[in-house]
C-alpha cells in the first residue's frame, strides 16, 4: 500500500479505512460522502464502488449483547508511513545534531568567555606594564639629568678649587718670602748687633794710654773714626738686604728644606697694631713652617716671643 491517499493524491492525513478495505484522508472521504446530490445513508467506495453505511446505530437503542455485532463502517486506522519514518529519522538525528551542537556551542562560548577575560586581564596588565615603563624611563631620564648636573656641578667645583689652590699657592710663596726675609733680617740686626757690643767692649778693655795713642797714630782717618762711630751708632745704623744672588741662593735651599703646605681654619685676626702678630696670623692662614700656638711664633723651628 502505497502512502498516498487516492482522492488528494498526498500523504494520508488522519486516514481512515472502509469495509472494502481502501484507506482515505478523513477529510476527503468526508467530501465524497457529503457531495451534493448524496442524501441516503449509503455511499459507494471512490475506487471500487462497493457500497458501505455511513450512518453507525446509536448503540443506547440496543441492547448489549448485540454491541459487539456493531462495527462502524468508517474506522481510523493508525500506520506507518515510509516518508514519514525517514523524515522522522532524519529529524531526530537532525535534532541530535543541533543538540549536540548546542552543546559545543556552549562550550565554545565558554572557552570565548574565558579567553575574552583573558584577553581583557593581558591587554589590563599590558597597559600597566607600559605606564611603569614609561615612567620608569621618565625617572631614569631624571636621574640622568641630575647625574649630569651633579657631575657639571662637581666639574665646576673642582674648578674653582684649583684656581683657589693657585691663589693660596701664590699667597704662600709671598709669605714664605716674606717670612725668610724678615729673618734673614732678624739674623742680619743680630749679628751686627752682636759685632759692634763685642768690638765696644774690647774698646773698653784696652788702656786709655793706648787708646789715645792709637788715636794719634792713626791721625784723622777713617779707620780710626769707625770704632767710635760703631759703637755710638750701631742702633741707628740702616739695614742693607743681601745681594740678589744670595737671596736666591736662600730661596731655592728653602724650597728644598720646606714642608708642603698645610690648610687650617683660618684664626682670630689680630690687631695691625702688632705686626710680628699679623705676620703670624698670616703664616697661620697660609702655614709651610710656621705656625701660631698661644701667642707664640715658631719660624723654621726657632721660637720668637710675640712682640708688644
Keep these: 500500500m502505497s502512502g498516498e491517499c487516492s482522492i488528494c493524491l498526498t500523504a494520508f492525513k488522519d486516514p481512515v479505512s472502509i469495509p472494502c478495505g481502501h484507506v ?62 525517514d523524515v522522522k529519522m532524519k529529524l531526530a538525528v537532525a535534532e541530535a545534531k543541533i543538540k549536540k551542537l548546542q552543546k559545543e556551542q556552549e562550550v565554545l562560548m565558554r572557552q570565548c568567555e574565558r579567553h575574552i577575560a583573558a584577553a581583557g586581564a593581558h591587554a589590563a596588565g599590558e597597559q600597566q606594564a607600559k605606564l611603569k615603563a614609561d615612567n620608569l624611563a621618565e625617572r631614569l631620564s631624571n636621574i640622568e639629568r641630575e647625574h649630569k648636573n651633579e657631575k657639571l656641578g662637581a666639574v665646576l667645583n673642582l674648578m674653582n678649587i684649583e684656581e683657589q689652590r693657585d691663589v693660596l699657592n701664590t699667597k704662600y710663596q709671598k709669605l714664605k718670602q716674606r717670612v725668610h726675609d724678615l729673618e734673614m733680617n732678624s739674623r742680619l740686626n743680630d749679628s751686627m748687633v752682636s759685632t759692634s757690643s763685642s768690638h765696644g767692649q774690647r774698646l773698653h778693655k784696652m788702656p786709655s794710654s793706648l787708646r789715645i795713642d792709637t788715636s794719634m797714630s792713626a791721625g784723622p782717618s777713617r779707620h780710626a773714626e769707625a770704632p767710635a762711630v760703631a759703637s755710638n751708632s750701631s742702633a741707628s745704623r740702616p739695614i742693607r738686604p743681601l745681594p740678589r744672588a744670595a737671596r736666591e741662593k736662600v730661596r731655592a735651599q728653602a724650597r728644598r728644606i720646606s714642608p708642603p703646605p698645610i690648610f687650617r681654619e683660618p684664626a682670630k685676626r689680630p690687631r695691625l697694631s702688632e705686626p710680628l702678630v699679623a705676620v703670624g696670623w698670616a703664616l697661620q692662614e697660609e702655614p709651610d713652617d710656621a705656625s701660631l700656638w698661644n701667642g707664640h711664633y715658631s719660624l723654621r723651628g726657632r721660637r720668637i716671643s710675640r712682640a708688644g
Design 24 to 85: 482515505y484522508c478523513t477529510k476527503c472521504l468526508a467530501d465524497h460522502v457529503n457531495a451534493p446530490g448524496n442524501n441516503d445513508l449509503r455511499s459507494t467506495c471512490p475506487t471500487c464502488r462497493r457500497p458501505f453505511n455511513t450512518v453507525t446505530p446509536d448503540l443506547t437503542y440496543l441492547h448489549k449483547k448485540y454491541h459487539e455485532y456493531v462495527v462502524p463502517s468508517v474506522r481510523r486506522i493508525y500506520f506507518d508511513n515510509p516518508a514519514q519514518v
